[in-house]
């Protein structure tokens, strides 16, 4: 080892082990608090000083950055999926990190505040990994009406949510899809369920999922809302992806295509307004409907996993690449 080699251990050692700060140990070398600094910078560069974290969920962080700084997220959680290769545990692991982040910003909501749940695995399996009496006095409400035939139906999850969180559960008294524009429209005229729109409105956070119109991963398939030619019809007007219901397309529109006009449940636009919203969606397949609801500013927490990941960097540099 050079001179130089032991003077980087020492400093490194000093401020690692010892807790010195940099002042301490500047004075002891006689040497600036800057050059400590620098120095302590290159023992790190240089793997004289090897850092090592154990997180109890392994995430790659340097890619949660990335995502952040690209799209201009208030936070993201991305799981690596290298450790964890069984399908299952993957879920479980996603909810455990959206869990994580539920749990901190309860701290801060006051007695009596909301959080506004739709459905969707991710959102599923982050419900039950919220322990029991994780808040006291925080109430549960749909985003979207009912389902019926999963257990990842929204009001399902929202009771479970009450449960856990010492509140009172609401209920959204409509079906989530409709046959026809006209069916809605009346449906929202009933003062319940404009009390239940209302209510989704003022949520202090929202958990919510990203479907997809990919059949292998299409919860609209799975709950046999829609079939497998609705999905491919959906895929010809180029739509991507669909949140509380609504569907939209790589650029984050919505507004203009017809299936939404037959979805109940809080609008995109409405959605935009709260100041909290999770989304949790993992697996490549979900790439194309995450960028889509970026662009739209659909939320701005992520939990998702590296593969997810890297395939929503990989949309955005192709999009770019051919726009330019």
Sequence with gaps: MSSNDDLLATIASSYYILNQSQGEIAKRLDMSTSKVSRLLKEARERGIVDIRINMPIPRDIELEQRLIDHFGLKDAYVLKTAD???????TNAIGKLAANYIKRMLESFPSGASVGVAWGRGVHAAVTALPDNAATNINAVPLIGGIGTLAIDSPDVTRVVAQKLGGRHYDLHAPIL???PEVKDVLMSEP??????????????????IGTVVDEA????????????????LRSEGLVGEMCGHFYDIRGE?????????????DLNQLKRVELVMAVAYGQLKAEAIYGALQGQFFN???????????????DRRIVETAG
Excluded at 218 to 233: I, K
């Design 178 to 180: 409709v046959e026809r």
């Design 254 to 266: 919505y507004q203009r295509y017809e299936i939404n006009r037959r979805i109940i449940g809080l």
């Design 218 to 233: 299409s919860s609209f398939l799975r709950s046999g809302l829609l079939s497998n030619t609705d999905l491919a019809h």
């Design 192 to 209: 319940a369920v404009q009390v239940g729109i209302q209510r989704a409105n003022e949520v202090h956070l929202a958990i919510t999922g």
């Design 301 to 315: 927490v992520l939990v998702t996993d590296d593969g997810a990941a890297n395939g929503l960097l990989e949309v």
């Design 84 to 90: 964890v290769s069984n399908p299952q545990a993957r």
